[in-house]
T-cell receptor
Framework: GQQLNQSPQSMFIQEGEDVSMNCTSS?????WLWYKQDPGEGPVLLIALYKAGELTSNGRLTAQFGITRKDSFLNISASIPSDVGIYFCAGPGGTSYGKLTFGQGTILTVHP | NAGVTQTPKFRVLKTGQSMTLLCAQD?????MYWYRQDPGMGLRLIHY???????AKGEVPDGYNVSRLKKQNFLLGLESAAPSQTSVYFC?????????????FGQGTRLTVV
């Protein structure tokens, strides 16, 4: 099946720092999604990318759909304590059925 | 705005016991999914459904069964629970169509098998 490799696995940063994480796929994706999971909750969609090269922002978050269509990047600027959580990249599971394949997640800890 | 609702939220089972997890969505979505989340493994797809009356296997289907008798409900069953099924289970739903892959998740069910 399709593989998504997400890095880094975890990050410990100070409040105010910028954060970058990325996701690579073993095959081409037509859609990249970035989710955030707060402790004890289900994942919630942050940003959706539908076109190679696309750069999309949502507040302090910016995500890019890689030109090769095999990678994507998520940046968080000026981190705050509520950014704590697990960030997942996701993409279509190889067909148009709508199911998603998820990366392993990046655990973000922000120290005040 | 209920969205996707999972019951129960917590459950402890003894090895060999059976149980059913219920997922309900009120968004009229065609697709529904069951994932399990384990540390360092991300979310892995167990089973999914592309519409009422249909189900299909995902990445890790062994030991689980599902049913989609009504469009709004997707049930996940464990016939004989094993400690390896200790996990957090998430249900999700999405609307159909090319590129329509945004999934909405429930809050999860934490299952412990002892």
């Amino acid at each position: 099946g399709q593989q998504l490799n997400q890095s880094p696995q975890s990050m410990f940063i100070q409040e105010g720092e910028d954060v970058s994480m990325n996701c690579t796929s073993s095959s081409i994706f037509n859609t990249w999604l970035w989710y955030k999971q707060d402790p004890g909750e289900g994942p919630v969609l942050l940003i959706a990318l539908y076109k190679a090269g696309e750069l999309t922002s949502n507040g302090r978050l910016t995500a890019q759909f890689g030109i090769t269509r095999k990678d994507s990047f998520l940046n968080i600027s000026a981190s705050i304590p509520s950014d704590v959580g697990i960030y997942f990249c996701a993409g279509p599971g190889g067909t148009s059925y709508g199911k998603l394949t998820f990366g392993q997640g990046t655990i973000l800890t922000v120290h005040p | 705005n209920a969205g996707v609702t999972q019951t129960p939220k917590f459950r402890v089972l003894k090895t060999g016991q059976s149980m059913t997890l219920l997922c309900a969505q009120d968004m009229n979505h065609e697709y529904m999914y069951w994932y399990r989340q384990d540390p360092g493994m991300g979310l892995r797809l167990i089973h999914y459904s592309v519409g009422e009356g249909t189900t299909a296997k995902g990445e890790v289907p062994d030991g689980y069964n599902v049913s989609r008798l009504k469009k709004q409900n997707f049930l996940l069953g464990l016939e004989s629970a094993a400690p390896s099924q200790t996990s957090v289970y998430f249900c999700a739903s999405s609307y159909s169509g090319e590129g329509g892959t945004e999934a909405f998740f429930g809050q999860g069910t934490r299952l412990t098998v002892v």
